[in-house]
């Protein structure tokens, strides 16, 4: 089993990278975002990786990453999603937006992956929404979105958070926004002032 890979970017190409390890090359499958960030040929690269093997074949994916890699293998575990679909999740969000996505119950954020329909989209935020936590990484507020994402946050809360939303800003802004708010406002704070303060917060 392949762990990591060390070695120099040999080639990139749409959808894989071959990285040659002391003259072996091997291809790791990644996302766009991956690929975007891994450098240039010749440039020395690290990827974490994640073994496939089939009875006909034997495939690499290559993650920045352990996180990404474990975000990987978290959507694989929704039905309808296979390596291609997280692939393109993870093309389209980072770990933090999918943790955010998922507290908040945010469909459309995940529809936006290629491959993501919104049957496929109401899977993975329902299947998911109680391992997000632990795969959280650099998501912030969890508990305050799952809060939101379950309809099961304060009042003032929920209608700040909505009132933002309908100012234009999306549900994870506005939910972080509030949640920086209710900080310097107190937690008994009603909803005009939680609005007033999370404008203030997301005025800087």
């Known amino acids: ?20 390890v002391h003259g072996v090359c091997y291809v790791a499958f990644c996302s766009a975002r991956t690929l975007s960030k891994i450098g240039s040929v010749g440039e020395a690269c690290v990827l974490f990786i994640e073994t496939y ?12 990453t352990a996180l990404e890699r474990e975000w990987f293998n978290l959507l694989q575990s929704v039905q309808g999603v296979g390596a291609k679909v997280a692939l393109g999740v993870l093309s389209t969000l980072t ?10 119950q945010d469909r459309t954020s995940v529809s936006r992956a290629p491959g993501v329909g919104p049957k496929v989209a109401m899977r993975i ?16 507020n969890i508990g305050l979105k799952q809060e939101l994402g379950e309809g099961v946050a304060a009042a003032p809360v929920a209608d700040a958070v909505s009132a933002l939303t309908n100012l234009g800003y999306s549900r ?31 005025s800087r």
């Open 172 to 202: 994870d802004q506005a939910a972080n926004a509030v949640a920086a708010a209710l900080k310097s406002a107190g937690e008994g704070a009603d909803s005009a002032k939680l609005i007033r303060f999370g404008l203030k917060e997301l």
């Open 95 to 104: 770990p933090a937006e999918i943790a955010n996505a998922i507290a908040l």
């Open 125 to 140: 935020v329902t299947e998911l929404k109680n391992k997000a936590p632990s795969f959280a990484g650099e998501a912030v």
């Open 1 to 20: 089993m392949i762990g990591k890979l060390k070695g120099t970017i040999d080639e990139i190409g749409d959808d894989h990278v071959l990285v040659d």
């Open 53 to 64: 093997v089939r009875e006909d074949q034997l495939k690499l994916f290559g993650f920045m």
